[in-house]
């Protein structure tokens, strides 16, 4: 586990296995050209130990601006997040996300003109999905600024 520091207060984490801090160590010291054998295994000794490193510390071995590292991988885990959301939600599951109920989302997708996926016979009830295009879609219409 590594973790990174949001404003220096708030840790996040992330992983990295044994074997990749190991590479890791020996990639800082062939960038650099330095052979720094005391250095190395204190922190060999230091991310075994605890398994962690800082963003200072991250940065370092690639030689990189810790912020601009921290930076990297927040839009990195934004990106991940957008991209394994769901295709479809369900009714319920937007009424919670929207914080209203499931009889103000049928009306909000009414009023979209919204195409939905329905698995139900004509005429009998049924889980209805909605593509996240149309959720997205919806929400852009829907925002608007504060006057």
């Not at 949001?6 to 330095?34: A, M, T, V, W």
């Not at 319920?92 to 009414?110: F, I, K, M, T």
């Not at 009998?124 to 006057?147: D, N, S």
Request: charged residues 30%.
């Amino acid at each position: 586990m590594g973790r990174l520091f949001d404003d220096k207060k708030h840790p996040c984490y992330f992983s990295i296995s044994p074997s990749e801090q190991k590479y890791l160590l020996r990639k800082r010291e062939n960038i650099s050209g330095e052979a720094c054998p005391h250095a190395s295994i204190d922190r060999q000794e230091q991310a075994t130990s605890n398994g962690r490193f800082s963003v200072a510390e991250f940065a370092s071995l690639f030689g990189i601006d810790p912020q601009t590292l921290q930076a990297a991988v927040m839009q990195a885990a934004i990106e991940r997040k957008r991209d394994s959301g769901k295709p479809f939600f369900t009714i319920p599951e937007l009424a919670h996300r929207w914080s209203c109920s499931r009889g103000s989302v049928y009306n909000y997708l009414r009023e979209a003109g919204a195409r939905i996926v329905d698995f139900a016979p004509p005429g009998k009830k049924g889980k209805k999905l909605v593509p996240l295009e149309v959720v997205e879609r919806i929400e852009r219409q829907r925002t608007k600024r504060i006057e």
